[in-house]
């Protein structure tokens, strides 16, 4: 099912550049080997924690972030507990001329995604699903974990992907149906289109009210190399039907916070 929802007038520019800026430090900065996709024993707390601090205050974020808060931000994106990064960003603030689409808990999320990224993350690959796999959602990174915001369908026959934000993991899902649930009645998938874009949707389950992002990339035989700013850079129509009553977002990591639906 498709339905058309009015383009929007938003600036995203700023928003884009300041993930770009952060991503592109992290990269030029990654320093030592990448470590194996997983548990919080996987992740050097210490080094991440640094990492959250040097991204907040790129960010310009006020007042700086404290060791004890980043680490703390750190623990909850590998935990999914999204409560850190709600109750922090009552006490800190984004400078006044920041025109960026990002509010302040968004930033923290992304430090933290930066963060694990600069441990975890490897140039786009396609992965398999583990045999041991049944009972995990589609939308879970089968390499390291975190949920799939961003789906693709990539070349002539429309092969669906999820594409991991974390570690840059792609993985084929069934071609119809709900890969955070496992609805498979295609008839309770909404698919929205801006008017004017056909390279890109949302697309909102019915059952369990998460909307996740669609790029159709049937011209490519491979993923493009910004996928991660893809899927994380504002899109103005996704701020716009976020305002939709019975719309969940997508966490980065399985949520046992406040933003649980369950």
């Known amino acids: 099912m498709t339905a058309p929802i009015p383009p929007a007038d938003s600036a995203t520019a700023s928003a884009r550049a300041l993930i770009v800026q952060l991503c592109g430090e992290i990269n030029a900065n990654r320093k030592g080997a990448l470590v194996p996709a997983g548990s919080l024993g996987d992740l050097d ?5 640094g990492t959250i601090v040097r991204c907040a205050g ?9 060791f004890a808060e980043a680490e703390d931000l750190a623990r909850a994106f590998v935990d999914g507990d999204d409560g850190p990064f709600v109750r922090y960003s009552d006490g800190h603030s984004l400078p006044p001329t920041e025109e960026s689409d990002l509010g302040v808990d968004e930033v923290l999320v992304l430090c933290a995604l930066l963060a694990a990224r600069e441990q975890w993350a490897w140039e786009a690959r396609i992965v398999g699903l583990p045999a041991s796999r049944s009972a995990e959602p589609d939308a879970i990174c089968p390499a390291c974990g975190s949920m799939a915001r961003l789906e693709i369908l ?9 594409v991991c934000p974390a570690c840059d993991a792609l993985w084929r899902i069934p071609r119809i ?11 309770h998938l909404v698919v929205y289109n ?3 874009r056909t390279d890109r949707a949302l697309v909102h389950c019915l059952i ?5 992002r669609r790029l159709d990339l049937k011209d490519r035989t491979a993923p493009p190399d910004d996928l991660f700013i893809r899927a994380f850079e504002p899109w103005s129509e996704e701020l716009l039907f976020g305002q939709r009553d019975g719309v969940l977002p997508v966490p980065l990591r399985p949520l046992r916070g406040t933003l649980d639906p369950q």
């Open 208 to 212: 369990c009210r998460r909307v996740w």
């Open 194 to 196: 801006t008017e004017g």
């Open 45 to 49: 707390l210490a080094r991440a924690t």
């Open 177 to 187: 149906g709900c890969p955070h649930c496992g609805e498979g009645d295609g008839r």
């Open 154 to 162: 990539l070349g002539q026959f429309s092969e669906r992907y999820a």
């Open 58 to 66: 790129n960010a310009d974020l006020l007042p700086t972030l404290a």
